[in-house]
């Protein structure tokens, strides 16, 4: 069953949603915080969704904005997503796998890749969601750490940026493979569910053929201890920081 949500308080913002497929979640809020944008980009999401960080970033740049969904019925929330707001013009949503992107934009096209990929690697059938469309968006069986930096070597500009966000306990793993595909780690950040939790969740920034040197920023920590959002991330929620 499809829901019309308000997009937090992002400019009255809309989002199409179905909770048996997807939905949006604080990873993609607090990356699209993340990310360092301008208008004057040509800026890519792999992984779109239903097109919450394309939608987010829509507030913050005048830049045009792709986003890459695999999955016909996401695909299709994505679209909705993009014309209940009007933002045709600004949002162009592509129904295609990202390992195919190298043979469709050419070289050095893009200034930033945004990415909030499926998180788990596939180690036994126990673990994948019985729903092939929340097991695809949750687990790597169509798109893998390697696909996705080798397909952002290609189609990044020199000192082009990917912004990902994903769990923390995969860090390690990303950063050899940015490096395996001469991305350079810049930034990082942790997220903490509480001031006492671990972290679980980690944004990271890297720039193609970037030179050696590495930003750890302050943690945001998500709840207070009773469980409601700390002010930090209220703010966020309200339009970024």
Request: glycine share 4%; hydrophobic share 40%; net charge positive.
């Amino acid at each position: 069953m499809e829901v019309i949500n308000d997009l937090l308080n992002y400019n009255d913002l809309k989002i199409v949603q179905n909770p048996k497929w997807f939905s949006f979640s604080i990873d993609s809020v607090l990356l699209a915080n993340f990310v360092k944008v301008n208008n004057k980009q040509k800026i890519i999401d792999f992984c779109t969704g239903n097109a919450p960080i394309p939608l987010f970033l829509s507030a913050k740049t005048k830049s045009k904005i792709i986003g890459v969904e695999l999955q016909k019925e996401i695909y299709d929330l994505a679209i909705k997503s993009v014309n209940i707001n009007n933002l045709q013009d600004k949002i162009q949503i592509v129904k295609e796998d990202v390992k195919n992107l190298s043979n469709i934009y050419e070289t050095d096209t893009f200034d930033l890749i945004t990415c909030n990929p499926p998180y788990f690697k596939i180690n036994n059938d126990k673990n994948i969601n019985n729903n092939s469309v929340k097991a695809i968006a949750r687990h790597e069986l169509s798109l893998s750490l390697d696909d996705i930096f080798k397909v952002a070597r290609k189609i990044l500009k020199n000192d082009g940026k990917i912004c990902m966000v994903h769990r923390t306990q995969r860090l390690i793993d990303i950063i050899f493979t940015m490096k395996k595909y001469n991305i350079e780690p810049k930034r990082i950040q942790f997220i903490y569910p509480f001031s006492f939790s671990n972290s679980n969740l980690v944004l990271i920034e890297g720039v193609k053929n970037g030179k050696s040197g590495l930003t750890i920023l302050n943690n945001i920590i998500v709840h207070n201890e009773d469980g409601s959002y700390t002010d930090y991330v209220k703010e966020i929620f309200n339009g970024g920081k």
